[in-house]
Protein backbone atom coordinates (compact mmCIF):
# COMPACT_ATOMS: atom_id res chain seq x y z
CA UNK A 1 0.00 0.00 0.00
CA UNK A 2 2.69 2.17 1.21
CA UNK A 3 4.81 1.44 -2.04
CA UNK A 4 1.69 2.30 -4.78
CA UNK A 5 1.54 5.48 -2.55
CA UNK A 6 5.09 6.43 -3.35
CA UNK A 7 5.14 5.57 -6.75
CA UNK A 8 1.62 7.89 -7.29
CA UNK A 9 3.54 10.50 -5.17
CA UNK A 10 6.37 9.98 -8.29
CA UNK A 11 3.91 10.54 -10.92
CA UNK A 12 2.98 13.71 -9.37
CA UNK A 13 6.45 14.64 -9.41
CA UNK A 14 7.47 14.04 -13.03
CA UNK A 15 3.95 15.69 -14.13
CA UNK A 16 2.05 12.44 -15.40
CA UNK A 17 -0.94 13.01 -13.37
CA UNK A 18 -1.09 17.05 -14.72
CA UNK A 19 -0.97 15.59 -18.12
CA UNK A 20 -3.90 13.28 -17.59
CA UNK A 21 -5.93 16.23 -15.83
CA UNK A 22 -5.46 18.64 -18.65
CA UNK A 23 -6.25 16.10 -21.65
CA UNK A 24 -9.58 15.07 -19.49
CA UNK A 25 -10.01 19.05 -19.31
CA UNK A 26 -9.38 19.46 -23.19
CA UNK A 27 -12.08 16.75 -23.98
CA UNK A 28 -14.75 18.57 -21.68
CA UNK A 29 -13.57 21.21 -23.10
CA UNK A 30 -15.42 20.90 -26.20
CA UNK A 31 -18.86 21.32 -24.30
CA UNK A 32 -17.50 25.07 -24.33
CA UNK A 33 -20.38 27.23 -25.77
CA UNK A 34 -21.95 24.24 -27.56
CA UNK A 35 -25.07 25.42 -27.52
CA UNK A 36 -24.25 28.17 -30.08
CA UNK A 37 -25.93 27.93 -33.41
CA UNK A 38 -25.35 29.32 -36.99
CA UNK A 39 -22.10 29.99 -36.14
CA UNK A 40 -20.19 31.49 -39.73
CA UNK A 41 -16.68 29.65 -40.59
CA UNK A 42 -13.60 31.65 -40.36
CA UNK A 43 -13.18 33.44 -44.23
CA UNK A 44 -17.02 33.09 -45.15
CA UNK A 45 -17.96 36.64 -45.78
CA UNK A 46 -21.83 37.39 -44.12
CA UNK A 47 -24.45 39.15 -46.79
CA UNK A 48 -24.22 42.41 -44.61
CA UNK A 49 -25.57 44.51 -47.97
CA UNK A 50 -28.26 44.31 -50.32
CA UNK A 51 -30.24 43.85 -47.22
CA UNK A 52 -33.83 43.80 -48.61
CA UNK A 53 -36.02 45.69 -46.25
CA UNK A 54 -39.24 44.43 -47.39
CA UNK A 55 -39.48 40.73 -49.12
CA UNK A 56 -38.93 40.53 -52.48
CA UNK A 57 -42.31 38.61 -52.88
CA UNK A 58 -45.39 38.05 -51.42
CA UNK A 59 -45.77 35.32 -48.37
CA UNK A 60 -47.32 32.04 -50.33
CA UNK A 61 -49.90 29.63 -48.41
CA UNK A 62 -48.04 26.73 -47.77
CA UNK A 63 -48.71 22.91 -46.30
CA UNK A 64 -49.99 23.32 -42.80
CA UNK A 65 -51.08 26.69 -42.84
CA UNK A 66 -54.78 27.98 -41.49
CA UNK A 67 -56.99 30.60 -42.34
CA UNK A 68 -60.13 31.68 -42.52
CA UNK A 69 -62.29 32.95 -45.17
CA UNK A 70 -65.89 35.39 -45.28
CA UNK A 71 -67.80 35.14 -48.85
CA UNK A 72 -70.35 37.78 -49.31
CA UNK A 73 -72.52 38.36 -52.51
CA UNK A 74 -72.76 41.39 -54.99
CA UNK A 75 -69.49 42.80 -54.24
CA UNK A 76 -69.64 42.61 -50.55
CA UNK A 77 -72.61 44.55 -50.29
CA UNK A 78 -73.42 43.28 -46.91
CA UNK A 79 -70.15 44.71 -45.49
CA UNK A 80 -71.06 47.94 -46.55
CA UNK A 81 -74.87 48.22 -45.34
CA UNK A 82 -73.85 46.56 -41.61
CA UNK A 83 -70.75 48.96 -41.74
CA UNK A 84 -73.90 51.76 -42.20
CA UNK A 85 -75.94 50.05 -39.90
CA UNK A 86 -78.80 49.41 -42.42
CA UNK A 87 -78.61 45.29 -41.51
CA UNK A 88 -80.63 45.15 -38.28
CA UNK A 89 -80.33 41.98 -38.87
CA UNK A 90 -76.50 41.06 -38.53
CA UNK A 91 -75.27 38.90 -36.00
CA UNK A 92 -71.79 37.98 -34.83
CA UNK A 93 -70.30 35.77 -37.18
CA UNK A 94 -67.97 32.84 -35.63
CA UNK A 95 -64.97 32.34 -38.13
CA UNK A 96 -64.22 28.44 -38.89
CA UNK A 97 -60.58 27.98 -39.25
CA UNK A 98 -59.42 25.81 -42.19
CA UNK A 99 -56.00 23.69 -42.22
CA UNK A 100 -53.84 23.45 -45.79
CA UNK A 101 -53.21 19.61 -46.00
CA UNK A 102 -49.81 17.79 -46.56
CA UNK A 103 -51.04 17.98 -50.42
CA UNK A 104 -51.83 21.60 -50.72
CA UNK A 105 -55.52 21.04 -50.56
CA UNK A 106 -58.11 22.68 -47.73
CA UNK A 107 -60.97 20.79 -47.39
CA UNK A 108 -63.50 23.84 -47.95
CA UNK A 109 -67.34 24.01 -47.59
CA UNK A 110 -69.81 23.85 -50.68
CA UNK A 111 -66.04 23.27 -52.50
CA UNK A 112 -64.83 20.36 -50.92
CA UNK A 113 -61.12 20.00 -51.60
CA UNK A 114 -59.49 23.02 -52.99
CA UNK A 115 -55.95 23.66 -54.04
CA UNK A 116 -54.56 26.66 -51.98
CA UNK A 117 -50.95 25.88 -51.18
CA UNK A 118 -48.54 28.20 -53.24
CA UNK A 119 -51.49 31.38 -53.48
CA UNK A 120 -50.91 34.62 -52.22
CA UNK A 121 -53.54 35.87 -50.16
CA UNK A 122 -55.09 37.90 -52.90
CA UNK A 123 -54.49 35.25 -55.40
CA UNK A 124 -56.65 32.83 -52.69
CA UNK A 125 -59.04 35.21 -52.58
CA UNK A 126 -59.75 35.78 -56.10
CA UNK A 127 -58.98 32.02 -56.70
CA UNK A 128 -62.18 31.12 -54.40
CA UNK A 129 -64.62 33.79 -55.77
CA UNK A 130 -64.44 32.81 -59.10
CA UNK A 131 -64.97 28.89 -58.16
CA UNK A 132 -67.87 30.24 -56.06
CA UNK A 133 -69.34 32.10 -58.90
CA UNK A 134 -68.73 29.17 -61.30
CA UNK A 135 -69.60 26.12 -59.01
CA UNK A 136 -72.45 27.61 -57.94
CA UNK A 137 -73.68 30.56 -59.10
CA UNK A 138 -73.15 33.13 -56.89
CA UNK A 139 -73.60 36.38 -57.55
CA UNK A 140 -70.17 38.28 -57.79
CA UNK A 141 -68.99 36.81 -54.98
CA UNK A 142 -66.63 38.96 -52.43
CA UNK A 143 -64.03 37.04 -50.55
CA UNK A 144 -62.03 37.80 -47.63
CA UNK A 145 -58.97 35.84 -46.60
CA UNK A 146 -57.17 35.46 -43.43
CA UNK A 147 -54.08 33.46 -42.66
CA UNK A 148 -54.37 32.84 -38.51
CA UNK A 149 -50.99 30.92 -37.92
CA UNK A 150 -48.19 33.54 -39.53
CA UNK A 151 -45.27 33.82 -37.04
CA UNK A 152 -41.58 34.24 -36.24
CA UNK A 153 -38.99 32.58 -34.36
CA UNK A 154 -36.93 34.59 -32.12
CA UNK A 155 -34.07 33.77 -30.56
CA UNK A 156 -32.64 36.61 -28.53
CA UNK A 157 -29.34 36.16 -27.67
CA UNK A 158 -29.04 34.65 -24.38
CA UNK A 159 -27.73 31.35 -25.63
CA UNK A 160 -30.78 28.91 -25.18
CA UNK A 161 -33.93 30.52 -24.75
CA UNK A 162 -36.30 31.30 -28.07
CA UNK A 163 -39.80 32.47 -28.76
CA UNK A 164 -42.44 32.01 -31.27
CA UNK A 165 -43.96 35.60 -31.53
CA UNK A 166 -47.18 35.83 -33.48
CA UNK A 167 -47.54 38.31 -37.30
CA UNK A 168 -50.65 39.70 -36.27
CA UNK A 169 -49.83 42.72 -38.79
CA UNK A 170 -48.31 41.85 -41.80
CA UNK A 171 -46.09 45.17 -41.62
CA UNK A 172 -44.39 43.99 -38.38
CA UNK A 173 -40.60 45.12 -38.50
CA UNK A 174 -37.43 43.84 -37.57
CA UNK A 175 -37.75 46.10 -33.93
CA UNK A 176 -41.14 45.40 -33.50
CA UNK A 177 -40.52 41.86 -33.67
CA UNK A 178 -37.42 41.74 -31.42
CA UNK A 179 -39.19 44.09 -28.78
CA UNK A 180 -42.20 41.16 -28.92
CA UNK A 181 -39.72 38.75 -28.01
CA UNK A 182 -38.49 40.44 -24.87
CA UNK A 183 -35.82 42.68 -25.93
CA UNK A 184 -32.37 41.54 -26.77
CA UNK A 185 -30.73 39.45 -23.95
CA UNK A 186 -27.81 40.88 -21.76
CA UNK A 187 -25.80 38.57 -24.01
CA UNK A 188 -26.85 39.08 -26.70
CA UNK A 189 -24.79 40.80 -29.52
CA UNK A 190 -26.60 43.78 -31.05
CA UNK A 191 -23.55 44.27 -34.13
CA UNK A 192 -24.65 40.76 -35.31
CA UNK A 193 -28.71 39.88 -36.07
CA UNK A 194 -29.33 37.12 -37.91
CA UNK A 195 -32.44 37.03 -40.29
CA UNK A 196 -33.01 33.37 -42.14
CA UNK A 197 -35.85 34.19 -44.54
CA UNK A 198 -36.79 31.30 -47.68
CA UNK A 199 -36.13 32.91 -50.90
CA UNK A 200 -36.75 31.00 -53.52
CA UNK A 201 -37.34 27.89 -51.83
CA UNK A 202 -33.63 28.34 -50.39
CA UNK A 203 -33.24 29.59 -46.73
CA UNK A 204 -31.13 32.94 -47.36
CA UNK A 205 -29.05 34.19 -43.81
CA UNK A 206 -28.84 38.39 -43.82
CA UNK A 207 -26.66 40.37 -40.91
CA UNK A 208 -27.89 43.44 -39.63
CA UNK A 209 -25.53 45.61 -37.26
CA UNK A 210 -28.07 47.42 -35.01
CA UNK A 211 -24.97 48.65 -32.64
CA UNK A 212 -24.79 51.43 -34.92
CA UNK A 213 -27.18 54.82 -35.42
CA UNK A 214 -26.33 54.93 -39.25
CA UNK A 215 -27.86 51.04 -39.35
CA UNK A 216 -31.42 52.33 -37.99
CA UNK A 217 -33.06 51.72 -41.41
CA UNK A 218 -32.97 48.02 -40.77
CA UNK A 219 -34.93 48.83 -37.95
CA UNK A 220 -37.58 49.03 -40.02
CA UNK A 221 -36.90 46.33 -42.20
CA UNK A 222 -40.69 44.13 -42.92
CA UNK A 223 -40.32 40.67 -41.02
CA UNK A 224 -41.72 37.48 -43.51
CA UNK A 225 -44.40 35.22 -41.72
CA UNK A 226 -41.38 32.12 -41.12
CA UNK A 227 -38.52 34.10 -40.58
CA UNK A 228 -35.69 33.26 -37.81
CA UNK A 229 -34.49 35.70 -36.05
CA UNK A 230 -31.16 34.85 -34.60
CA UNK A 231 -28.92 37.53 -32.13
CA UNK A 232 -26.10 35.51 -31.51
CA UNK A 233 -24.72 35.59 -28.21
CA UNK A 234 -21.32 36.34 -26.61
CA UNK A 235 -19.06 33.74 -25.84
CA UNK A 236 -18.79 33.10 -22.46
CA UNK A 237 -15.35 30.92 -22.41
CA UNK A 238 -14.25 31.90 -18.90
CA UNK A 239 -18.01 31.27 -17.42
CA UNK A 240 -18.15 28.18 -19.21
CA UNK A 241 -14.04 26.34 -18.02
CA UNK A 242 -14.90 27.37 -14.89
CA UNK A 243 -18.24 25.46 -15.16
CA UNK A 244 -16.19 22.44 -16.90
CA UNK A 245 -12.87 22.98 -14.51
CA UNK A 246 -15.03 22.74 -10.81
CA UNK A 247 -15.42 18.63 -10.60
CA UNK A 248 -11.91 18.32 -12.00
CA UNK A 249 -10.14 20.61 -10.12
CA UNK A 250 -12.47 19.14 -6.79
CA UNK A 251 -11.23 15.34 -7.86
CA UNK A 252 -7.57 16.52 -7.71
CA UNK A 253 -7.82 17.87 -4.63
CA UNK A 254 -9.45 15.12 -3.40
CA UNK A 255 -7.13 12.77 -4.65
CA UNK A 256 -4.29 15.23 -3.25
CA UNK A 257 -5.93 15.12 0.52
CA UNK A 258 -6.17 11.39 0.17
CA UNK A 259 -2.38 10.92 -0.81
CA UNK A 260 -0.86 13.01 1.73
CA UNK A 261 -3.48 11.56 4.54
CA UNK A 262 -1.84 8.39 3.78
CA UNK A 263 1.82 8.85 2.99
CA UNK A 264 1.66 10.12 6.89
CA UNK A 265 0.94 6.90 8.02
CA UNK A 266 3.72 4.32 8.79
Known amino acids: MLNSLKRLKKMLNKGLLFSLLTGLFLVQSCGINSNLMFRTPKGVNEVRDSIPLKPAEEYKIARDDKFTFMLYTNEGERIVNEMA ?15 VRPDGKADLPILGSTPIAGFTV ?29 RVIVFPGNGSAAKVVPLENNNTTLMEAIALAGGIAERGKASKIKIMRVV ?39 QETLKIAAPIISLVSSALVIITVFSTLK
Not at 88 to 99: G, R
Not at 130 to 141: D, S, T
Not at 211 to 216: C, D, G, M, R, T
Open 122 to 150: KQCEDTLAKLFEQKNGYNKPFVQVKLTNQ
Open 200 to 238: NNVRTMYVVDLSKIENLQYADMIIQANDYIYIEPKEQIG
Open 85 to 99: GMNKDASPKTEIEYV
